[in-house]
C-alpha cells in the first residue's frame, strides 16, 4: 500500500490488517437485499414435484436440495446471469451466491442438469409466482394486452437448408454409416484387441464419437425435413375453410349439373311426345332436326367434367399432401427454430416468443409460437391466459383483451366473439393518434364489427393503453436476459421463457413489496 505520509487526510484503507467480518456469512448483506427476498419468496413455493425425481430412501449419490439450486438460479437470473459457467463462478465470488448455496461451489453442470431434468416443473412455478402476486393484489383485469416479438434461438441463420439438401445431408450421412458398418464387420473377431471406442476400419481407425454425431445430425437432417413437409400443411383452420368452400362449389356443380340434364330430358321427352303423334297420323317422325341423346349432350358433358373436377378437388382438400417449395429451408442446428421477421429489420433465426401482460407488465402468459405470424396465436395466448388464472386462484373476467392488428383476423374475432376484444384493423398510428378512425366500410366484411367497436370513444380508450401495457414488458425481458435463447427445440425453449417469465413477476413482485409502507 502506497505511505501518503500526513499531508493527505485519506480514509484509511489498509489491507494487510486482519480483517473482522461478521461470523455469520448473512450479515454481511443488507436485510433488503435481492438473496434474502429470493430465499423468501423460495419457502412459500411448492416443491414436491421437484422432490418427486428424487429418492425417497436415503441411497445414491448425494444431490443438492432443490431449494438451494433453485434459490440460486432465480438470483442469478434476476442478475441477467443466465450461463450455468457463470453461475459456478459466482458462487465464488458473489456473496449472495454463497449465501444461497451455504457456501457450496456447485458446479455448472449440476446446474444445467438441474434445469434440464426439471424443466417440465418450471411452468408449475410460473403459475406459483403468479399466485403470489395474485395474493398480493397485483393482477389488474381491466386489460390484458397480448403481443409478441421474435426471439434468436441458439441456430445460426447459415444453419439453413433447402429440402433436397436435407434430402442429400441424410443419403451423405446413411451412406457413410453403412460404409463403416461393412468395414467393422470382418474385424468383429478382434473387436476384443482394439481399444474401447475405436475400430479398424481399412487403413483407418473410426470412432465411435464422429459415428455418434454422425448419427445425431443425420436425425436432425430428418427432423427438418418433416417440419418442411409439416409447415407446408395448412393448419385444421385453414383446412375446414377450404372444405367448407369446396363443397359449396361441389353443391353448385351438382344443381348446374341437375339443371342441364332435367332442361336435356325434358327435350327429349318433348321430341319423344311429338314422334309418337306424328306417327299417329302417318308420319314416319317428328319434324326437324333430333336431339342427341343425354350422355352425348355437350352441356351435360361439360358439368359432368366440372362436378369431377370439383368431388377431386374436395378429396384433395380433405386429404392434403403438403408439397414444400423448393425455396422453403429449415435449420439443421435447431430444427423446430424459424426464420421471421426481426423487429430491427432483416430476418433472425428464433422463435416467436407471446406474452399477455396486464398493469405494471406483469405477465398473466408467456408462450411459445410456432408460426412465425402473430394472426394464429391469438386465440392460443388468451385460452393459456384463462387458464392461467383461474390455475392461479385470480378471480374475475378480463374487462378488455387488446391487440394490434398482426392479431386482425375474422376466424380470431368468430372464435372470440364473447369476449371484449378490442383489436386493431389498421396501422398503429393511424388506429392510435388519427382522429378519423377507420370506417367499418374501408374495412374487409369479416372485420367491420370489430372497426365499429373500435370507433367508439369507449373503444379507443381502451385500445390507447396497448403499448404502454406490453411493450415495455418485452423490453423489460430484454434488458434483463437479452434476445438470444440458450437451449434447442421447441419443448427446451417453451421451459426457458416459462423461467425467464417467472423471474420477471418474480422481480415484479419485490418490486411492490418494496413499495408497501413497512
Known amino acids: 500500500m502506497v505511505d501518503y505520509g500526513v499531508r493527505f487526510n485519506f480514509i484509511s484503507c ?9 461470523p455469520d456469512v448473512r450479515q454481511w448483506l443488507p436485510p433488503q437485499h435481492l438473496c434474502g427476498k429470493v430465499l423468501a419468496a423460495v419457502q412459500k413455493l411448492d416443491l414436491s414435484a421437484f422432490l418427486a425425481g428424487y429418492r425417497a430412501d436415503g441411497q ?10 433453485l434459490s440460486l438460479v432465480l438470483y442469478c437470473y434476476s442478475k441477467g446471469i443466465r450461463s450455468s459457467r457463470r453461475i459456478e463462478a459466482a458462487c465464488l ?28 416443473r418450471l411452468e408449475s412455478l410460473f403459475l406459483q409466482v403468479l399466485a403470489l402476486c395474485g395474493r398480493r393484489g397485483m393482477v389488474d383485469l381491466s386489460a390484458v ?12 441463420r447459415s444453419s439453413n437448408r433447402t429440402l433436397q439438401q436435407l434430402e442429400a445431408v441424410v443419403a451423405d450421412g446413411e451412406a457413410r454409416i453403412a460404409r463403416s458398418m461393412t468395414g467393422l464387420a470382418p474385424d468383429t473377431t478382434t473387436a476384443s ?3 474401447a471406442g475405436l475400430r479398424r476400419v481399412g487403413r483407418n481407425e473410426l ?4 459415428l455418434a454425431r454422425l448419427g445425431d445430425r443425420i436425425a436432425r437432417a430428418r427432423t427438418a425435413r418433416d417440419n418442411l413437409y409439416e409447415r407446408a400443411l395448412p393448419s385444421s383452420g385453414e383446412i375446414q375453410l377450404k372444405v367448407e368452400a369446396a363443397e359449396r362449389m361441389v353443391a353448385r356443380a351438382e344443381q348446374r349439373l341437375a339443371a342441364v340434364t332435367a332442361a336435356h330430358t325434358t327435350t327429349l321427352q318433348a321430341y319423344a311426345r311429338r314422334t309418337r303423334q306424328d306417327q299417329a297420323v302417318g308420319r314416319q317422325r317428328a319434324n326437324g332436326r333430333p336431339p342427341v341423346a343425354l350422355h352425348a349432350k355437350a352441356s351435360v358433358l361439360r358439368q359432368r367434367e366440372r362436378l369431377a373436377r370439383a368431388q377431386a378437388g374436395l378429396q384433395n382438400i380433405r386429404n392434403p399432401h403438403p408439397t414444400p417449395s423448393p425455396r422453403t429451408r429449415a435449420s439443421l442446428t435447431d430444427p423446430q427454430s424459424r426464420l421471421m421477421l426481426g423487429k430491427r429489420g432483416g430476418y433472425v433465426q428464433g422463435y416467436n416468443v407471446q406474452i399477455a401482460s396486464t398493469r405494471n407488465q406483469l405477465l398473466l402468459t408467456i408462450e411459445l409460437q410456432d408460426n412465425p405470424s402473430d394472426m394464429t396465436a391469438l386465440v392460443p395466448v388468451v385460452k393459456r391466459t384463462q387458464h392461467n388464472c383461474a390455475a392461479a386462484g385470480i378471480d374475475g373476467q378480463v374487462a378488455a383483451w387488446l391487440a394490434d392488428s398482426g392479431y386482425a383476423s375474422a376466424a380470431n374475432f368468430a372464435a372470440l366473439n364473447d369476449l371484449p376484444l378490442f383489436v386493431s384493423v389498421t396501422q398503429e398510428y393511424r388506429q392510435t393518434h388519427s382522429p378519423h378512425p377507420p370506417q367499418p366500410a374501408s374495412v374487409p366484411a369479416g372485420q367491420r364489427d370489430m372497426a365499429a367497436r373500435l ?15 406490453v411493450e415495455p414488458g418485452f423490453a423489460q425481458l430484454f434488458q434483463r436476459f437479452g434476445r438470444h435463447l440458450h437451449y434447442r427445440g ?13 423471474v420477471h413477476n418474480l422481480n415484479k413482485l419485490f418490486r411492490h413489496d418494496a413499495k408497501r409502507p413497512s
Not at 207 to 210: E, I, N, R
Open 14 to 22: 489498509d489491507r494487510e490488517r486482519v480483517l473482522s467480518l461478521p
Open 60 to 69: 445414491g449419490h448425494a444431490a443438492y436440495p432443490p431449494d438451494v439450486v
Open 93 to 120: 465470488d458473489d456473496v449472495g451466491c454463497r449465501i444461497i448455496a451455504a457456501n457450496q461451489q456447485i458446479d455448472h453442470a449440476t446446474i444445467a442438469r438441474f434445469l434440464r431434468r426439471h424443466r417440465h
Open 145 to 156: 394486452a397480448v403481443d409478441g416479438s421474435p426471439m434468436h434461438a441458439n441456430a445460426a
Open 193 to 195: 484387441a482394439q481399444p
Open 207 to 210: 470412432s465411435w464419437g464422429p
Open 455 to 469: 370507433a367508439t370513444p369507449a373503444g379507443r380508450e381502451f385500445y390507447a393503453r396497448r403499448s404502454a401495457l
Open 490 to 502: 421447441a419443448t427446451s425453449v417453451d421451459a426457458e421463457i416459462k423461467l425467464l417469465g417467472a
